[in-house]
């Protein structure tokens, strides 16, 4: 399934200055699989070692939060858009 990735400013440096990319899979966890095979770099700002999302991290299918459907398991569908935003403190 093609499903349309958003990728914010502050990842773009690790996406080689990519706004959105258009990868295939079924599920939250193979379209970020497919976006870390082609920027190395996004693994380590995303995920952490065991492989799970950072803690600071949502990503959102069709504006809703995985954490509330199925997880990196959620389907996806064709032409889905798949959008990560890391959360961002300051004072």
Not at 48 to 59: A, E
């Amino acid at each position: 399934m093609a499903v349309v990735v958003k990728i914010p400013t502050q990842l773009r440096a690790a996406a080689g200055g990519e706004a959105e990319t258009v990868l295939d899979g079924a599920t939250v966890q193979e379209v970020l699989d497919g976006l870390f095979e082609r920027f190395e770099e996004l693994r380590t700002r995303i995920s952490d070692d065991d492989g799970s999302l950072r803690r600071f991290v949502n990503v959102y299918l069709a504006g809703e939060d995985i954490r509330f459907l199925d997880g990196l398991q959620t389907p996806v569908s064709d032409g889905a858009e798949l959008t990560i935003l890391p959360a961002v403190a300051g004072g």
